[in-house]
């Protein structure tokens, strides 16, 4: 919240970068936190639901932040962004405070937490959930980003009719709560496969497509199966970390920051080097493909072997 504050004041570009990184590292932790969180206040049959909540909000986050800070570019002055956003935060702060169930510290220690760190990557299972973690946000923010060049490139759509197409997203996100009662009908690993399934469906479509119509409709496609996808391995993940929920959650939020990450720059590079934007759209269909594969190594209840 500073950290937004103090962005609003300066104009040094190293002093902006040092602090978007703290701002990052503290948002960072909202993630596992309010994840680790969850087994806490709901029994197990209503943690996937929840979960889809939470994953829906994040989600949406990333669409709806978007399409905020264009209107606020586009009607006032940018910095006032900084200024906003700050009151926000304070809301949230005080609605967490008055209406969330304090719960008392459970003596963990951090220390302990990262220590568990490296035996969370020793879990063959708990790799491959990562390895799908990394591909879904890779996929979802590449994606757009292709879409954006497209519709720019292709039909002359301006920046904030590219965000109007983006928003048209959120109805395939709103499908994120129903993967809790998907879960407790066909169980976890086949509701994450076919979810998967369903986002190379759509990036197929968007790569066969022609107009901004059915391209709409193929990226609703595509982010129904996502909105599906991440509850999902979120509840995935906790079931095979056990007792080591918070660490391996932890460590599932660093690896989906990374895939978004990386996900324009995969897209970037493909088209400066001359790939056309059907391709482009297959190679994502090709990395999703290569997550489906990996949950075919994970079983599918907390059976995970500890060797």
Same mark, same amino acid.
């Given at each position: 919240?500073?950290?937004?504050?103090?962005?609003?004041?300066?104009?040094?570009?190293?002093?902006?970068?040092?602090?978007?990184?703290?701002?990052?590292?503290?948002?960072?932790?909202?993630?596992?936190?309010?994840?680790?969180?969850?087994?806490?206040?709901?029994?197990?049959?209503?943690?996937?639901?929840?979960?889809?909540?939470?994953?829906?909000?994040?989600?949406?986050?990333?669409?709806?932040?978007?399409?905020f800070s264009?209107?606020i570019?586009?009607?006032?002055?940018?910095?006032?962004?900084?200024?906003?956003?700050?009151?926000?935060?304070?809301?949230t702060a005080?609605?967490?405070?008055f209406?969330?169930?304090?719960?008392p510290?459970?003596?963990?220690?951090?220390?302990a937490?990262?220590?568990?760190?490296?035996?969370?990557?020793?879990?063959?299972?708990?790799?491959?959930?990562y390895?799908?973690?990394?591909?879904?946000?890779?996929?979802?923010?590449?994606?757009?980003t292709?879409?954006?060049?497209?519709?720019?490139?292709?039909?002359?759509?301006?920046?904030?009719?590219?965000?109007?197409?983006?928003?048209?997203?959120?109805f395939?996100?709103?499908?994120?709560?129903?993967?809790?009662?998907?879960v407790?009908?066909?169980?976890?690993?086949?509701?994450?496969?076919?979810a =998967?399934? !369903? @986002? $190379?469906?759509?990036? %197929?479509?968007?790569?066969?497509?022609?107009? &901004?119509?059915?391209?709409?409709a193929? #990226?609703?496609?595509?982010?129904?199966?996502?909105?599906l996808?991440?509850?999902?391995?979120?509840?995935?993940?906790g079931?095979?970390?056990?007792?080591?929920r918070?660490?391996?959650?932890?460590?599932?939020?660093?690896?989906?920051?990374?895939?978004?990450?990386?996900?324009?720059?995969?897209?970037?590079n493909?088209?400066?080097?001359?790939?056309?934007?059907?391709?482009?759209? =297959?190679? !994502? @269909? $090709?990395?999703?493909? %290569?997550?489906?594969?990996?949950?075919?190594? &994970?079983?599918?209840?907390?059976?995970e #072997?500890?060797?």
């Amino acid at each position: 919240m500073a950290n937004s504050l103090c962005l609003g004041f300066t104009n040094s570009l190293e002093t902006m970068i040092v602090l978007r990184a703290i701002q990052g590292a503290a948002a960072a932790t909202f993630s596992p936190v309010a994840l680790a969180y969850v087994p806490e206040l709901f029994p197990p049959s209503k943690r996937v639901g929840v979960i889809g909540c939470i994953s829906t909000g994040l989600l949406l986050a990333g669409v709806i932040g978007q399409v905020f800070s264009g209107l606020i570019q586009a009607h006032w002055w940018w910095h006032s962004l900084f200024f906003v956003m700050p009151g926000a935060y304070f809301i949230t702060a005080a609605l967490i405070l008055f209406f969330l169930p304090h719960r008392p510290a459970n003596g963990a220690s951090v220390i302990a937490a990262f220590r568990q760190m490296p035996g969370m990557l020793r879990r063959k299972q708990l790799r491959y959930a990562y390895v799908v973690a990394a591909i879904v946000m890779l996929s979802l923010v590449g994606m757009y980003t292709a879409l954006g060049n497209y519709l720019s490139d292709q039909f002359g759509l301006t920046n904030h009719q590219i965000l109007d197409v983006r928003a048209v997203g959120i109805f395939g996100m709103l499908l994120s709560p129903t993967a809790g009662r998907l879960v407790k009908i066909f169980k976890t690993v086949p509701v994450l496969r076919s979810a =998967l399934g !369903l @986002a $190379v469906i759509g990036l %197929i479509l968007l790569a066969l497509a022609s107009n &901004i119509p059915v391209m709409l409709a193929s #990226s609703v496609v595509f982010v129904s199966g996502i909105a599906l996808a991440a509850p999902s391995l979120i509840s995935l993940i906790g079931e095979l970390a056990g007792n080591a929920r918070g660490p391996a959650i932890s460590i599932h939020t660093f690896v989906l920051f990374s895939g978004a990450s990386i996900g324009p720059l995969l897209t970037t590079n493909l088209l400066n080097h001359g790939i056309n934007y059907a391709l482009t759209f =297959l190679a !994502l @269909a $090709v990395c999703v493909v %290569i997550g489906v594969i990996a949950t075919f190594f &994970i079983k599918d209840a907390a059976l995970e #072997s500890y060797d």
